[in-house]
T-cell receptor
Framework: DTEVTQTPKHLVMGMTNKKSLKCEQH?????MYWYKQKAKKPPELMFV???????INESVPSRFSPECPNSSLLNLHLHALQPEDSALYLC??????????????FGEGSRLTVL | SQQGEEDPQALSIQEGENATMNCSYK?????LQWYRQNSGRGLVHLIL?????REKHSGRLRVTLDTSKKSSSLLITASRAADTASYFC????????????FGAGTRLFVKA
């Protein structure tokens, strides 16, 4: 069982909806990540938070808005999405200090379908 | 942005055979990692090799790293049907949080 919990597991939304994906970890990790994965493709990095601050944004469209309210939680707010945004959204966490190795712990993902 | 390429893209072998997957990358790295993903599930970390290491073993897994060629290989020995999955290499740079980028992946199918 993964120690990173993502909810919901499945989400169907229309292009005008506003929804959120949630991620929680209790491993004391101070880095958290959002990845997007299309079918038969590798995960693509979207955002990295380090010590609750956004440290990497891989030029993600503004219709995706991340939020890290505390060291255990990571949200991804979704608004005005397009059908091509349908994908598996993966959350991960890792240690964040300078001597950390960066091993990522993934959740099971939230499968998003945009109609 | 995708860091590296993997080959083969797909590999089908019989149970008991060895499986070798290769990965190439483009930029400087702190370490290289291999992950496994069962269909539609999250990724699971398998093994990590640091940039100053050349070879590492973990159970039936053997990883090599050649930083001069910017390449790595993953060997799974005595494969089992349960090893059927997608395998991804990933390179990391510590930029305040790790910028971890995944290669294209190899889909392994082990026939019982």
């Amino acid at each position: 069982d993964t120690e990173v919990t993502q909810t919901p597991k499945h989400l169907v939304m229309g292009m005008t909806n506003k929804k959120s994906l949630k991620c929680e970890q209790h491993m004391g990790h101070r880095a958290m990540y959002w990845y997007k994965q299309k079918a038969k493709k590798p995960p693509e990095l979207m955002f990295v938070y380090s010590y609750e601050k956004l440290s990497i944004n891989e030029s993600v469209p503004s219709r995706f808005s991340p939020e890290c309210p505390n060291s255990s939680l990571l949200n991804l707010h979704l608004h005005a999405l397009q059908p091509e945004d349908s994908a598996l959204y993966l959350c991960a966490s890792s240690q964040a200090n300078l001597v950390a190795t960066g091993e990522l712990f993934f959740g099971e993902g939230s499968r998003l379908t945009v109609l | 942005s995708q860091q590296g390429e993997e080959d083969p893209q797909a590999l089908s072998i019989q149970e008991g055979e060895n499986a070798t997957m290769n990965c190439s990358y483009k930029t400087s790295i702190n370490n290289l990692q291999w992950y496994r993903q069962n269909s539609g599930r999250g990724l699971v970390h398998l093994i990590l090799i640091r940039s100053n290491e050349r070879e590492k073993h973990s159970g039936r897994l053997r990883v090599t790293l050649d930083t001069s060629k910017k390449s790595s290989s993953l060997l799974i020995t005595a494969s089992r049907a349960a090893d059927t999955a997608s395998y991804f290499c990933a390179t990391s740079r510590n930029t305040g949080g790790f910028k971890t980028i995944f290669g294209a992946g190899t889909r392994l199918f082990v026939k019982a």
